[in-house]
C-alpha cells in the first residue's frame, strides 16, 4: 500500500485526491493547503483523511510513501525539492519545474535516493493518445509530416504564467511522447493584451527529416476548441478531444508526386480514399496515471513520463519563451 500526501486542493488537487484514495494499492494519508476553505473542503468530503496548512510537516511525515503536488508551477521546484529530501517518491502537475535547471537538480536528487518522479502529463494516458501512438508504431499513417494542434477557450486566466505555459505542456508532452524525434528549434510568437502575460501564441517547433510541429493557444477565443491534425506520407488524422464518440477520424488522403522532371512537368496525384473513426478506449486518464504511478513506485521502474520527460518539455517552453520575448527569433536547443 503506498501512503500519499497531497499538497494542494484547488482546481486539479481534487482530482488526484478521489482518484488516490479510490484506487486499489494507495491511501491517501493527508492533504496540505494554505486556504482554510480549501481544508473545511476536504475535510467534508474526507472525514477520514488528515488536513493540515503546513506543507513541511506533511513532506516530513513518517506516514507518508509519496507526495502529489498539485500547486501553481511556480512552487514545484521547492515542495518536490523538500518532498525528495525526506525521502518521498513525487507526482507533480505539470509543468514540471520554472526552469531547466530546477528539474536537473530535482531529477539528481531522486536519482540519489532511488526515488521516483512522474509529472502530471496526463493526456498521455488518454484513450486517443494510446491510439495515436499505436497507429504511429504500427506505421498506419507512414512517415511522419507534421502535427498541428489548436488548443483555444476563453479564459482561464493565469496570474503566474502566460498561455504558452499554461496551456501549451499539454501537446508538448504529447510531441515529447509521439514524435521519436529530438527537437532541433523552435518559433513562438505572440501577444499581451489584457493582464501582462501572452494570452494568445503561436509555437513552431523543427525536427530532423523534414518533421513540423505548431501549436495554437489562446485565452481569448469566443468558442472552446481542441483539435489536433496529424499528418502522415500513407494516411492522416484527426483528433477532436471534444468529440464524445468518434474522437479519432483517419482518413485514407494523401499526395504524390509522380514526376519531378522540371516544373512545368511536376505530375502531382491525389488520394482520396475512405475515413473510418477507430475504437478509442474510454478511461479517466488520471486515474490511469496515478494507477501506473503506483506500479512504478512498487516495481521500482522509472515511468515514461518521469522528471526527463518534463524536463524535455520545460526546455521546450523556455525556448518558446526566449523566442516570444524577441518577437519570433529562431532558437536552436
Known sequence: MVKFGVIGYGYWGPNVVRNLDQLEGSQVVAVCDKSPASRKRVQKTYP????????????????????????????????????LENGKHVFVEKPFTSNAAQAEELINLAARKNLQIMVDHTFLFTGAVKKIVQLLDEGALGKLYYYDSTRVNLGLFQHDVNVVWDLAPHDLSIIDHVIKESPEAVVATGQTHLNGCEDVAFITIYFPNKIIAHI?????SPVKVRTTLIGGEKKMLVWNDLEADEKIKIYDKGVHISSRQGLYNLLVNYRSGDMWSPQVEQIEALRKELEYFVECITGNKAPHNDG??????VKLLEAASESLSQRGALVYL
Open 216 to 220: 495554437n493557444v489562446n485565452w481569448l
Open 308 to 313: 526527463a520527460a518534463g524536463l524535455r518539455v
Open 48 to 83: 477520514h483523511i488528515k488536513v493540515m496548512a503546513d506543507c513541511a510537516e506533511l513532506a516530513a511525515s513518517t506516514e507518508i510513501d509519496a507526495v502529489a503536488v498539485v500547486t501553481p508551477v511556480w512552487t514545484h521546484y521547492e515542495l518536490a525539492k523538500s518532498a
